[in-house]
């Protein structure tokens, strides 16, 4: 190995530049030589790589967003697209792929691999929804974002003893919602792996105003629905006053925690790790605190085990 690539796809999440710089400087330490490409596989497709140095990566650490900039390929998906990302790659000499994305983003990596491209992933999405890794870069900063929302929302919300749905992003995982509705005391978190049954959600608000609750707060993972029809209904059930809030993009961006700078710096290196190792087609993560990697079909096919236990724990805690 000698020349290594490197890109961002899919969602941008906060700590992918920290990840960025990791994995450059990592590299650079271990005598390579690195390639930035630009716009994920976009970049990749149309050639926009530069040769990086250690000052590529200087003063981005605590910056959100992604310096390579990101993409969603629709060409990618095609076996042409993949066939000529794969010939640039060989044009360009970089004989290792580093991809810092999400399940998509993987998918990619899992089937430019079988096109004979070492590539290794790096999980960084602010959804959480990777299983075989407990935590993805990006998930923690966002948490935090919306917890920093839930607290501004619950003065307003006490103030005039309304009900508030906050609406979260996670697409298909309530990880967000969950966590930010646990340390945010939310009253009801409404997340894809659960439902909910709007008659015991409006009941739990009366029950909870007739008990002397100022406010009442539900966090809403998207992918269950909009929070402004959901708070439509509660209102037409509960005859109180309920507005809703998409929180939006705004917990895609800012700077990263210290948890998912950490966390970057640590999978950062240790995909280079992988890619000297020889290894083909792996992912790295963190489990019980340990930075692993895996085969990257392995981690996609890995089945999300939903955490009922916090989620209980959310429940007791709410009323
Ligand atoms: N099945 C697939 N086959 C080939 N390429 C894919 C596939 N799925 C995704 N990709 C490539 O990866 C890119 C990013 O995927 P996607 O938009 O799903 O984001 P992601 O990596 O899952 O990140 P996020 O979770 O933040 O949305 C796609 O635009 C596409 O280029
Ligand atoms: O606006 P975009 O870039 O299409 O992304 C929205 C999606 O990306 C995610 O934020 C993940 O990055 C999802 O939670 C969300 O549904």
């Known amino acids: 190995m000698k020349t290594i690539g490197i890109l961002t796809s899919g969602g941008d999440a906060p700590g992918m530049n920290a990840a960025i710089r990791a ?12 390639m930035g490409i630009q716009r994920g596989y976009s970049g990749l497709i149309n050639g926009e790589i530069f040769e990086m140095n250690r000052h590529s990566v200087s003063d981005i650490i605590h910056r959100g967003g992604t310096i390579l900039r990101t993409a969603r390929c629709e060409e990618f998906r095609t076996e042409e697209g993949r066939k000529r990302a794969a010939k640039v790659l060989k044009v360009f000499g970089i004989d290792g792929l580093v991809v810092i994305g999400g399940d998509g983003s993987f998918t990619g990596a899992r089937l430019l691999s079988e096109l004979g491209v070492s590539a290794v992933g790096i999980p960084g999405t602010i959804d959480n929804d990777l299983a075989y890794t407990q935590y993805t870069i990006g998930f923690d900063t966002a948490l935090n974002t919306v ?7 619950r003065d307003t919300s006490t103030s005039h003893e309304r009900v508030s749905v ?22 009801s978190v409404i997340i894809p792996e659960k439902g909910y049954n709007l008659n015991e959600l409006c009941r739990n608000i009366l029950e909870g105003k007739l008990r002397g609750k100022m406010h009442n707060l539900i ?16 209102e037409e059930v509960t005859g109180i006053i309920t507005r809703a809030t998409i929180l939006g993009h705004i917990q895609r961006g800012g700077s990263p925690s210290a948890f998912d700078r950490v966390l970057a710096a ?9 890619l000297l190792e020889g290894k083909k087609a792996r992912v790295v993560g963190i489990r019980d605190g340990k930075v692993i990697d895996q085969d990257i079909n392995e981690a996609l096919s890995t089945k999300r085990e939903f955490d009922e236990e916090l989620f209980d ?3 007791a805690l709410s009323y």
């Open 23 to 34: 994995v450059v400087r990592t590299a650079l330490d271990k005598g390579l030589k690195v």
């Open 147 to 153: 917890l920093d929302a839930i607290n501004k929302i």
């Open 166 to 187: 906050v609406e979260v992003m996670g697409r298909n995982c309530g990880d967000i919602a969950l966590y930010a509705g646990l340390a945010g005391g939310a009253e």
């Open 219 to 234: 966090v809403l993972a998207e992918g269950v629905g909009g929070a402004e029809e959901l708070a439509k209904k509660i």
């Open 266 to 274: 640590r999978l950062g290196a240790k995909a280079i790790e992988v």
């Open 313 to 315: 724990i959310a429940r």
